[in-house]
Nanobody
Framework: QVQLVESGGGLVQAGGSLRLTCNAS????????MGWFRQAPGKEREFVAA????????SYADSVKGRFTISRDNAKNTVYLQMNSLKPQDTAVYFC???????????????????WGQGTQVTVSS
């Protein structure tokens, strides 16, 4: 199993940018598909973006497509979420998630992930 630690959250004005980082422990990071999810107060956790274990395929929620970019560096055991053109409705706690897999694809639902980080707060002011 990997342990996940997110960082990079904070307060930003609408239209601004943030880059979230998720660092994973362990020596087998390249065997994990990764995802980012978020949860706003009073709402359910929702999918944001996912990336295959090799980083060759990605998936995005419609609400962030064209503004957010997920990427990974397997040599550094790290996955990133670059968030541009932020909107107040992007305000949430953002979670990194991992799923060990032999498959080459990605996963878009929370139930498909087995390990989670503690989350990092992103607040976008209007």
């Amino acid at each position: 199993q990997v342990q996940l630690v997110e960082s990079g959250g904070g307060l930003v004005q609408a239209g601004g940018s943030l880059r979230l980082t998720c660092n994973a422990s362990g020596r087998t990071f390249g065997t994990y598909a990764m995802g980012w999810f978020r949860q706003a107060p009073g709402k359910e956790r929702e999918f944001v973006a996912a990336i295959s274990r090799g980083g060759t395929t990605t998936s995005y929620a419609d609400s962030v497509k064209g503004r957010f970019t997920i990427s990974r560096d397997n040599a550094k055991n790290t996955v990133y979420l670059q968030m541009n053109s932020l909107k107040p409705q992007d305000t949430a706690v953002y979670f990194c998630a991992a799923r060990a897999t032999y498959a080459t694809g990605y996963y878009n639902t929370a139930e498909e992930y087995h390990q989670w980080g503690q989350g990092t707060q992103v607040t976008v002011s209007s």
